[in-house]
Antibody, heavy 118, light 108 residues
Framework: QVQLQESGPGLVKTSETLSLTCTVS????????WTWIRQRPGKGLEWVGY????????KYSPSLKSRVSMSVDTSKNQFSLQLTSVTPSDTAFYFC???????????WGQGTLVTVSS | SYELTQPPSVSVSPGQTAKITCSGE??????VFWYQQRSGRAPALVIY???KRPSGIPERFSGSSSGTMAALTITGAQVDDEADYFC???????????FGGGTKLTVL
């Protein structure tokens, strides 16, 4: 079955770059869109953005657009998120998921907590 | 920025019908998706494209949409259905996706 697993540092310093990778198993990353979503502790879900497997179509949240980028590595069946100049307000659970573009997000990773602190 | 509005909480007794609404100006032209998030877990898709139910989701979950309002209905709610529910749709420009604020469903 389709499985996604986030990985990356659980602690990032203020003003540095948050980098996360999502490893996909059970399905090829090709021919799909891939999405990142975050959830501040105790709060609602926030769409971060999506990327097509070719990297040729990517959309980001307007509120994060100036700081976020995504990439895909088809050889490793992985996709990644980079968020620059982080502040404590970027502390959140980050979920990777399959879907995006005009398609629903159907499979989710378990999420990983990233804490931003000085 | 575009917003989807949900009630913060809904409470029903076991066996009753729970209805969770989601309003947004673009909903007459854009599909709505619904996610269930149990405490400490990742969200799970329960309704897609307004009314469709993924395989494995119980028949008591149904979706509807009319005008600027969509709804998730749980007919005969069970204690196991206690969770946060989020609607999800695309903004009028088609450039970004948005979640509703979430509704905490209590069944007791």
């Amino acid at each position: 079955q389709v499985q996604l697993q986030e990985s990356g540092p659980g602690l990032v310093k203020t003003s540095e770059t948050l980098s996360l990778t999502c490893t996909v198993s059970g399905v090829s990353i090709t021919n799909f869109y891939w999405t990142w979503i975050r959830q501040r502790p105790g709060k609602g879900l926030e769409w971060v953005g999506y990327i097509y497997y070719t990297g040729g179509d990517a959309k980001y949240s307007p509120s994060l657009k100036s700081r976020v980028s995504m990439s895909v590595d088809t050889s490793k069946n992985q996709f990644s998120l980079q968020l620059t100049s982080v502040t404590p307000s970027d502390t959140a659970f980050y979920f990777c998921a399959r879907g995006g573009g005009d398609y629903e997000v159907d499979f989710w990773g378990q999420g990983t907590l990233v804490t931003v602190s000085s | 920025s575009y917003e989807l509005t949900q009630p913060p909480s809904v409470s029903v007794s076991p066996g009753q019908t729970a209805k969770i609404t989601c309003s947004g100006e673009a909903l007459p032209k854009k599909h709505v998706f619904w996610y269930q998030q149990r405490s400490g877990r990742a969200p799970a898709l329960v309704i897609y494209e307004d009314t469709k139910r993924p395989s494995g989701i119980p028949e008591r979950f149904s979706g509807s949409s009319s005008g600027t309002m969509a709804a998730l209905t749980i007919t005969g709610a069970q204690v196991d259905d206690e969770a946060d529910y989020f609607c999800y749709s695309i903004d009028p420009s088609g450039d970004s996706w948005v979640f509703g604020g979430g509704t905490k469903l209590t069944v007791l």
